[in-house]
């Protein structure tokens, strides 16, 4: 039995689109789409662990909205634990570090990704929600 990995990740609105970032090549689920985030440190809260995350892989700053449901998903090499933020882009340009791509979608626009599919049920909360 592999350990869970803690993973935040972040829904980010910009101007009424929603931000998702494409995994590279050279990471773990290659060209898989995804909410930018990533591992929780030690002794770091999640809040934390999100906003430090985006402006390492995305250059930008958030405010977080709402926490959304986790979704503990196992790969079979490997387990994660996934934690969901819902957030407002606040401000810089936005730079990426380690990902292949992004997009900034239209709500509708979300399910004909090919995600990572620890992703889904994430995604399929964030359609219910009424915002
Ligand atoms: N950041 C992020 N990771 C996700 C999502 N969905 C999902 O299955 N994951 C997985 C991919 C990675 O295995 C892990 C996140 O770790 P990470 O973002 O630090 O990825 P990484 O490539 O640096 O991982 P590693 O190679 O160092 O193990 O969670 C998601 O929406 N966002």
Redesign the pocket.
């Given at each position: 039995m592999s350990k869970i990995?803690n993973?935040?990740?972040a829904i980010i609105l910009k101007d009424k689109k929603i931000l998702v970032a494409q995994?590279s090549e050279k990471?773990?689920?290659p060209l898989?789409w995804?909410?930018?985030?990533?591992?929780l440190e030690f002794n770091e809260n999640e809040t934390d662990c999100i906003k430090r995350?985006i402006k390492e892989e995305i250059n930008i700053n958030i405010e977080i909205l709402q926490k959304l449901s986790n979704n503990i998903?196992d790969?079979g090499t490997?387990k994660?634990n996934?934690i969901?933020f819902l957030v407002q882009y606040i401000s810089g340009e936005i730079k990426l570090a380690?990902h292949k791509d992004y997009r900034l979608l239209e709500r509708s626009q979300l399910s004909n990704l090919d995600w990572?599919?620890?992703?889904l049920p994430?995604v399929e909360e964030f359609l219910k929600l009424e915002i």
């Amino acid at each position: 039995m592999s350990k869970i990995i803690n993973v935040t990740c972040a829904i980010i609105l910009k101007d009424k689109k929603i931000l998702v970032a494409q995994r590279s090549e050279k990471m773990k689920l290659p060209l898989k789409w995804e909410f930018p985030g990533g591992k929780l440190e030690f002794n770091e809260n999640e809040t934390d662990c999100i906003k430090r995350e985006i402006k390492e892989e995305i250059n930008i700053n958030i405010e977080i909205l709402q926490k959304l449901s986790n979704n503990i998903h196992d790969y079979g090499t490997f387990k994660i634990n996934l934690i969901p933020f819902l957030v407002q882009y606040i401000s810089g340009e936005i730079k990426l570090a380690e990902h292949k791509d992004y997009r900034l979608l239209e709500r509708s626009q979300l399910s004909n990704l090919d995600w990572a599919e620890a992703d889904l049920p994430i995604v399929e909360e964030f359609l219910k929600l009424e915002i």
